[in-house]
């Protein structure tokens, strides 16, 4: 290959380009305080209550990239104890906010089960908006073995 400026300027362009985009080499993590942002844009400003919702996931995810998650919440779905929606957290992830559940008196019960990606060993929070404006959360850490988002 024969050296001209035009190559010159375009490999020290290039070298320039892949040092500020190399600095970045591991992926970004929400950090908790992200997540408990996100958490008060979904509830409005309104401190969650413990109790009501039930967040089962596993202690120890061997894969990252398949953790079943189920989440309950008691609820008799009608008038003010009907549960609007449920979101996902997970405070490692790239992007904190997971998965969206939404409800109506015509789904019957306050259950979502569903599986989800986490990169790393991380906490899994939900989060019930319920019609009366309540709001519930419960909180699991998923200790995960084999990274999932590029873990």
Do not use: H, W, Y
């Not at 380009?17 to 958490?39: C, D, L, N």
């Not at 104890?81 to 008196?105: H, K, Q, W, Y």
């Not at 569903?114 to 959360?137: H, Y």
């Amino acid at each position: 290959m024969k050296l001209t400026r035009r190559n010159v300027l375009g490999l020290t362009a290039g070298a320039a380009a892949f040092a500020v985009a190399g600095a970045r080499i591991t992926p970004a993590f929400a950090s908790a305080e992200e997540t408990e942002k996100s958490i008060m844009d979904f509830t409005g400003g309104a401190a969650p209550a413990e109790g009501k919702i039930t967040l089962t996931a596993p202690e120890i995810a061997e894969n990252g990239n398949t953790v079943p998650v189920t989440v309950t919440v008691e609820s008799t779905m009608s008038g003010d104890d009907m549960v609007e929606s449920i979101i996902l957290f997970a405070d490692g992830n790239p992007n904190p906010a997971v998965a969206t559940f939404r409800f109506s008196e015509l789904s019957g019960a306050a259950l979502a089960t569903t599986r989800i990606r986490l990169a790393k060993t991380q906490n899994v929070v939900a989060v019930a908006k319920m019609k009366d404006g309540s709001v519930f959360m419960d909180k699991k850490q998923v200790k995960v073995t084999i990274g999932g988002c590029g873990g």
